[in-house]
């Protein structure tokens, strides 16, 4: 069983994340907090404590809202990719503000919200119990400025972290720049505090998430109840998740169609990161010094992968060691068997 803390900020792919972190039998979901980053931090939160509802979280997994900007950078929304509030053309979906979404929050007994880098601090110190406990993979799908702040003020807790897990970076390609992606894009400093921390982190760039395209057949079997799948057992016959899943594929690959003109399908970025902690094997991955460019003209927000050793490392985690593991391939016909299973 894998103790994990999920940070995210929805955004479709995280919605299929957070789907998944709510599935996976091998996953033990301690909490979820939420980030700036594909939309506002309060539509973060929201759509993060709609998602949980609708995708039938345990009752005690609650969400912790967090960073409403990053540590230096002005704020950054993608409303192209994912719409306004983070989840658009989504259905199905309760409203913010009913008493189910609202019974999500994690509340202190005054009323008021839990910050994210208090429960996340909380939560891994309960599991841990002073190394008698659990490790937990901290697993971040959105900007990591609540990740930075929690490596920043609990460095005591860095040894009841088992990894970080993120989705961001490209090896040599970007997304929201030619070398940029979104999410190390929007908070640099943050994403190389983490690099920096004594800690293993794992990336799972853009490179990999790009071969995990919902292509229409998936979809097709993602949306029809009577399509057999998993060597042949019949799906269940509820349809509710489905269609909110299948909304959810169909506005994010209009929006992948109109920003970029492609038109394969969406790539499911996020929901790899949860994949990696649950079933590692299905990816192939080398461990690299990773840094990220934090002022150049063309190539701010650049994960920079020493992949020859260039720079002589350690093999300690962190600022002088080779400090990330990278994802170098995912299989990608497994990685939707399991989506589809959940
Ligand atoms: C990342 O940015 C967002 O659009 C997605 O949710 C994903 O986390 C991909 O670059
Ligand atoms: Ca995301």
Redesign the pocket.
Known sequence: LKYVWLDV?P????ATALMMACQLENIKLLGVSSVH??ASADCTANNTARCLHAFAAPSDVLVYPGACKPLLRPTKH?PE??GEDGLGGVVGLPSADSPEVQARFARKVDGSLIHAIEGMATAIKDAWRNGTGHQVSVVS??PMTNIALFVSVYPSLMEAVEQFVF?GGGVGVG?RSAVA???IMCDPEAAQIVLDAPVKTVMIP?NV?HTAIVTSAIHSRLRSPHLPFLDGVLAHPSTNLRSTLSSVISFFAGTYKSTFGFDQGPPL??ALTITYVSHPEFFRAQRFRVDVELHGKHTAGETVIDVWNYRVCDDSWGSNGKNCVVAQSVQVDQFFELLLEC
């Open positions: 900020d955004g479709h792919d995280d980053g594909n993608d990719i994912h799908s959105g989705m997304n992606e979104f999410n853009i998430t970025h996020d």
